[in-house]
């Protein structure tokens, strides 16, 4: 008899649900809105209700279903216990409580970010590896951890906030977590446009970028086309964001460093430009690592929530 798993993503719009087989196939995945109201108090009692009705219509006993894995946006403790969400404007939450107490089942609760690198290393472009590094390139940088299988969560949650490196002391701009020069203010979607607005303002070097509204896609998109003011943005982005990976590579030795997010859209270029900057500053003997575009997409958080509950 096979046995089941929930694993949930929450985010600050929706929540994504997923019911999987033990052996990591995805029999059938829905969302709900995130109801942040009343400082987000009915997030966990509309998840719970979610999963006892995906339950009862699919005439699951208890002692088929091992357990509930729940990825949140902010630091989680090792005991399932959120400090403070913003995005989901809760203070204090002790997530994997609340839930374990409403549907009686095993809660294992981890930082979103971590949570989707274990699902790519499961299921995805990391499958196979055991040592991994996620990177997220979207409106900011966000990433995982994994090592020797295990989630890198560190002592006050904050394990894989690779982001928040900073690369440029100098930098006259804060961040949004208040630091300056942050690889977030560099390598994001909106670090890109910030560089490639820099660039355009410093001559008069014909672009197809000038006259537009830029972003990290049309400056890839132009990179593509062979525009060169876009290549020396593109390169300035890429060497930023290699030697950030080459210092993580030192710590953990990972096999494979596995980049989604939005900008990782731009596919095959962006891989091959930053490799070229990774290899350029990486300690030889962590040269063997991969680059790799993520795979599951939107789906990493609930892939990775649901492995997070077979770690014991």
């Known amino acids: 008899m096979g046995k089941y798993i929930f694993g949930i993503d929450v985010g600050g719009t929706s929540v994504k649900f997923g019911l999987f087989c033990e052996e990591g196939s995805l029999l059938e995945k829905w969302?709900?809105?995130?109801?942040?109201?009343?400082?987000?108090?009915?997030?966990?009692?509309?998840?719970?209700?979610?999963?006892?009705?995906?339950?009862?219509?699919?005439?699951?006993?208890?002692?088929?279903?091992?357990?509930?894995?729940?990825?949140?946006?902010?630091?989680?403790?090792?005991?399932?216990?959120?400090p403070a969400a913003v995005n989901l404007h809760w203070g204090y939450k002790d997530v994997a409580g609340e839930l374990e107490q409403a549907l009686g089942l095993k809660v294992k609760v981890g930082n979103d970010a971590n949570v989707a690198a274990l699902g790519e290393m499961w299921a995805g472009g990391g499958k196979g590896a055991e040592n991994l590094i996620m990177v997220t390139l979207g409106t900011g940088v966000g990433g995982g951890i994994i090592v020797d299988g295990k989630i890198v969560t560190g002592a006050h949650g904050a394990g894989g906030e690779i982001g928040h490196a900073i690369l440029e002391p100098g930098e006259a701009e804060p961040c949004n977590c208040g630091n300056h020069g942050c690889l977030e203010q560099m390598a994001s979607a909106t670090g890109i446009a910030r560089l490639a607005g820099r660039?355009?303002?410093?001559?008069?070097?014909?672009?197809?970028?000038?006259?537009?509204?830029?972003?990290?896609?049309?400056?890839?998109?132009?990179?593509?086309?062979?525009?060169?003011?876009?290549?020396?943005?593109?390169?300035?982005?890429?060497?930023?964001?290699?030697?950030?990976?080459?210092?993580?590579?030192?710590?953990?030795?990972?096999?494979?460093?596995?980049?989604?997010?939005?900008?990782?859209?731009?596919?095959?270029?962006?891989?091959?430009?930053?490799?070229?900057?990774?290899?350029?500053?990486?300690?030889?003997?962590?040269?063997?690592?991969?680059?790799v575009l993520a795979t599951l997409g939107n789906e990493a958080g609930i892939y990775g929530a649901a492995k997070l509950v077979m770690e014991d």
Request: charged share 25%.
């Open 199 to 291: 660039r355009l303002a410093a001559d008069s070097a014909p672009s197809v970028l000038r006259g537009e509204r830029v972003t990290a896609k049309a400056v890839f998109d132009a990179y593509k086309a062979g525009d060169s003011v876009a290549a020396e943005i593109v390169e300035q982005f890429a060497d930023y964001l290699g030697r950030a990976m080459a210092v993580y590579a030192c710590v953990t030795d990972p096999e494979v460093f596995v980049i989604g997010g939005g900008v990782s859209k731009a596919g095959k270029v962006l891989i091959e430009v930053v490799e070229k900057y990774y290899m350029k500053y990486a300690f030889p003997a962590c040269r063997a690592a991969r680059l």
């Open 31 to 82: 969302e709900i809105p995130t109801q942040t109201e009343e400082n987000g108090k009915w997030i966990l009692p509309d998840v719970a209700e979610a999963i006892l009705g995906k339950w009862k219509e699919r005439g699951l006993r208890k002692e088929e279903i091992i357990g509930v894995g729940v990825g949140v946006p902010g630091p989680v403790s090792r005991t399932g216990e959120v």
